[in-house]
């Protein structure tokens, strides 16, 4: 066999992998497609949701759904608000896809895990038996301490520029932190000390855009990459345990009673029901890890496997509004929620 036949034999099945991996289902076929090289532009750029949301606003305005191909796999962007409450309370018809079985390698797996977004069924409830009755009373002083912060950190700038966007992202972090877990980022006024650049060296790693065009490079060890994710799984292990050693030395009712108990302690304080059946470390975790996602990201994902061929769907929630303003200045961060 000469050189030039092995290499159009190589060249030849690599077309066909591709082909098979990009090849749109049937069933999905009179779906509008969203550019894929828009969506590579706006990862070369690295473009905001706002600019994101730019790029397919015509085709989902239209038609309130659309196909696009990420992370190996074709997926449906939904915006009908109906089409979304469908697949949001049919759970039976429409299962979330799981990150152990769609990502099993992924770093995403390695610090998400199974939690109380990505689970179906039984386990689902187990986890929400847990959250919801902890999300009722949070510490809302903790939102006014590092409101009151970011006040004081404002008005200490003189003649200059204010970067709300950068501040609005540390004070996020600094409450889910403190309502979440008790814990202190301090992103207000050290945004460079340990716990911060653990925090965002993770998120880094989960945002390379080499991983959502290439999927199989997941299949590749990343040491540095587990290493921070280890970092920081550490420091939330070493949180969930001091707080069961509080509630073994009864600490912790004390502070569900007076209402200063923050979201990791309730939860905790929540396993000793017998009805719930308890979560482990581990499990605590994971949905600690996927609240401060929820809480910090501006668009939230909401992945489900269809019944036959686990094709995701994702639900956009957030679209830029650029009515109403006197501004002579663009304004890329004004945002209009849509409610579920």
């Known amino acids: ?37 828009d969506f590579l532009i706006t990862i070369y ?17 239209k038609e309130g759904i659309a196909k696009a ?38 770093l995403l797996t390695q610090y998400y895990g199974v939690n109380l977004v990505f689970s179906n069924g039984d386990e689902w409830k187990r986890h929400r038996r847990i959250a919801n009755p902890s999300f009722r009373n949070l510490p809302v002083h903790v939102f006014v301490e590092s409101a009151t ?41 050290d945004p460079n000390n340990v716990y911060v650049t653990a925090y965002k060296e993770v998120m880094e790693e989960f945002r390379n855009p ?7 490079l997941d299949n590749l060890p990343r040491s ?19 707080k069961r050693k509080s509630m073994k030395m009864d600490e912790l009712e004390k502070k569900i009673n007076n209402n200063s108990a ?11 029901d017998p009805e719930n059946p308890t979560l482990t470390n581990e499990e605590l975790r994971h949905d600690l890890a996927i609240f401060m996602l929820a809480g910090h990201d501006t668009i939230r994902k909401y992945e489900i496997s269809l019944p036959e061929d686990s094709i995701h769907k994702d639900k956009l929630q957030i679209g830029p509004d650029f009515g109403g303003t ?7 961060l004004i945002f209009k929620r849509r409610t579920e």
């Open 149 to 189: 912060k970011l006040l004081n950190i404002v008005e200490k700038i003189d003649n200059e520029p204010i970067e709300v966007n950068n501040l609005m992202h540390r004070l996020t972090l600094d409450v889910l932190g403190k309502a979440a877990f008790g814990f202190d980022f301090n992103n207000l006024e």
């Open 69 to 106: 191909w990420s992370n190996g796999n074709w997926v449906l962007v939904v915006t009908d608000l109906e089409l979304a409450k469908d697949i949001l309370t049919k759970t039976d018809l429409y299962p979330k896809a799981l990150l152990k079985e769609s990502f099993p390698k992924s």
């Open 210 to 216: 080499l991983y959502f065009v290439f999927s199989f």
């Open 45 to 61: 750029i690295n473009a905001g949701p706002d600019k994101r949301w730019e790029y397919a606003r015509e085709t989902l305005e």
């Open 1 to 37: 066999m000469s050189v030039l036949t092995a290499i159009l034999l190589v060249v030849s099945f690599i077309t066909f992998k591709f082909y098979q991996l990009t090849k749109v289902p049937k069933r999905l076929k009179n779906v509008p497609t969203l550019s894929f090289l």
């Open 326 to 332: 006197s501004s002579p200045h663009p304004l890329p």
């Open 262 to 272: 923050d979201l990791l302690e309730r939860m905790i304080y929540a396993c000793k």
């Open 224 to 242: 540095e990459a587990t290493k921070k994710i280890a970092k920081l799984n550490n420091l939330y292990d070493g949180i969930v345990e001091s």
